[in-house]
């Protein structure tokens, strides 16, 4: 039960921010919308507002939806030629079947863009009123016989950077070891005021988060700890905090394409994908450390859900684009017995997908063993 209010708080700030921006470029380019959703299924409660739009909870709160009007369903489906009978010249005008090719692109794309611009705003308030930490990481011990000694990294060792990537943080050492998805890490220290790299190919183990959960984490066999023996946290002014908000959502967004590609070559971890069950678990596990870790996770989940709606899949956001492509390449819409072939297919992915999730969600409760 502790878990199911932080999960519906986050759920519907991400879900409404990822709809809303939908929404706003559907009324700014003069769509109507005739329903704006959160949750699927019966309605709980809602109200009509003056343009006519209904805005509801509905009894599932996995998702929702805006329609538009002269839309057949949710997934804004309408044959052009067909809807535009129906209509006279003043409510054509309401269709989003017949605006611009780039207008519906854009309203497509602003539900993920909503969820990275929120994203953006929730770490540029943290790092302007929090801080961001800027502690540099020295290497306090090296396990022996560890990767690291193998590789060649020693005590007092400052380290500067990890496969290409600047580290200004003793933070980020473990997030980007760990988010690689190359068998081998490239190391690069400041030792007695030169720079070397280094190769260390990681032990894969299984251990415990903070919160108990199991997770497979890559080490290198080495203890780390403050350059200057005092953490250093900064509070950002807006464009230094803008510029690493930016960076954040970036960096998240690169490596979930990367574990992505690994998994279609074989080599990424399956266990390590979740779905609604194991949100809810780590909404309520991170309230528990205060509203900030809490925001953050908001922050993640919103780029997660930005993200995958831009994958090329029939049903999500990322379908939608990749038939206005063809449309642009044809110079016409794709046939509707052709899109809704490719929806079908979208909707057998996405339903092995979640199946695939849940199973992995409940084996992570321990009822799969």
């Keep these: 039960m502790s878990y199911i209010i932080p999960f519906i708080i986050l759920i519907t700030i991400v879900v409404f921010i990822h709809e809303y921006g939908h929404y706003y470029f559907a009324r700014r380019y003069g769509v109507a919308v005739t329903d704006f959703s959160i949750g699927f299924g019966k309605e709980i409660f809602g109200f009509n507002d003056k343009s006519g739009t209904r805005w509801k909870f509905c009894l599932i709160p996995l998702g929702g939806y805006v329609k538009f009007f002269g839309d057949r369903n949710v997934f804004s489906q309408a044959e052009q030629e067909e809807i535009l009978k129906k209509y006279n010249k003043t409510d054509q005008k309401k269709l989003f079947v017949v605006k611009p090719l780039y207008q519906r692109a854009l309203i497509v794309a602003g539900g993920p863009l909503a969820n990275f611009l929120l994203a953006i705003v929730i770490f540029s308030c943290i790092y302007m009123f929090v801080g961001k930490d800027f502690t540099p990481a020295k290497i306090e011990e090296v396990v022996t016989e560890s990767p690291a000694e193998k590789a060649g990294l020693k005590k007092n060792d400052i380290i500067i950077g990890i496969n290409n990537n600047k580290i200004e943080s003793i933070l980020e050492v473990s997030m980007f070891i760990n988010t690689t998805s190359a ?81 279609f070559q074989g080599k990424g971890d399956t266990s390590q994908l979740g779905g609604p069950i194991k949100i809810a678990k780590i909404s309520g596990q991170v309230m528990e450390f205060g509203i900030l870790a809490f925001l953050s996770t908001i922050a993640y989940i919103s780029i997660s859900l930005g993200l995958i709606n831009l994958f090329p899949i029939p049903l999500l956001d990322g379908g939608h684009l990749m038939f206005y492509l063809f449309e642009k390449i044809l110079g016409r819409p794709l046939k509707q017995a ?24 409940l084996k992570d409760w321990g009822l799969f063993q």
């Design 338 to 361: 052709t899109q809704e072939g490719f929806f079908r297919i979208g909707l057998f992915l996405l339903l092995s997908l979640m199946v695939f999730t849940t199973f992995n969600d």
């Design 183 to 263: 068998d081998k890490i490239s190391i690069k220290v400041l030792r007695n005021q030169r720079e070397i790299t280094l190769v260390a190919e990681p032990n894969v183990t299984e251990s415990k988060d903070a919160f108990g959960n199991s997770i497979k984490k890559k080490i290198i066999g080495i203890k780390i700890g403050p350059a200057s023996d005092q953490f250093n946290r900064e509070k950002l002014g807006p464009v230094k905090a803008l510029y690493y908000s930016v960076k954040e959502v970036w960096f998240v967004c690169k490596t979930t394409i990367q574990f992505v590609g690994s998994l």
